[in-house]
Nanobody
Framework: VQLQASGGGLVQPGGSLRLSCAASGSILSINYMGWYRQAPGKQRDLVAVITSGGGTNYPDSVKGRFTISRDNAKNMVYLQMNSLKPEDTAVYYC??????????????WGQGTQVTVSS
């Protein structure tokens, strides 16, 4: 079972990016899915979370600018980022709690995708 993140890049302040994360492997179901970010020299922080039922939560730093969504049929999670600021620059990681076909529950991370907000 693995997560593959994509969609990062360089964007000007005020711009938008959409990140995607695909889960693959022997998956029975996916519970929690989330996005985290880590800037150089800082800890990894939660950016957005979405439950299997579609409930979402965001820290104040991104609330109103970022939107997390998921496609359960495709085992995908997305992060739409609008009104980007230089302080949003970081490596973004997807994370998920997955129930495998073998009936194990595992927490896994994607490989990270760089988002740089700069003029």
């Amino acid at each position: 079972v693995q997560l593959q993140a994509s969609g990062g890049g360089l964007v000007q302040p005020g711009g938008s990016l959409r990140l995607s994360c695909a889960a693959s492997g022997s998956i029975l179901s996916i519970n929690y899915m989330g996005w985290y970010r880590q800037a150089p020299g800082k800890q990894r922080d939660l950016v957005a979370v979405i439950t299997s039922g579609g409930g979402t939560n965001y820290p104040d730093s991104v609330k109103g600018r970022f939107t997390i969504s998921r496609d359960n049929a495709k085992n995908m999670v997305y992060l739409q980022m609008n009104s980007l600021k230089p302080e949003d620059t970081a490596v973004y990681y997807c994370n998920a709690d997955i129930r495998t076909v073998a009936r194990a529950t595992i927490n896994i991370w994607g490989q990270g995708t760089q988002v740089t907000v700069s003029s």
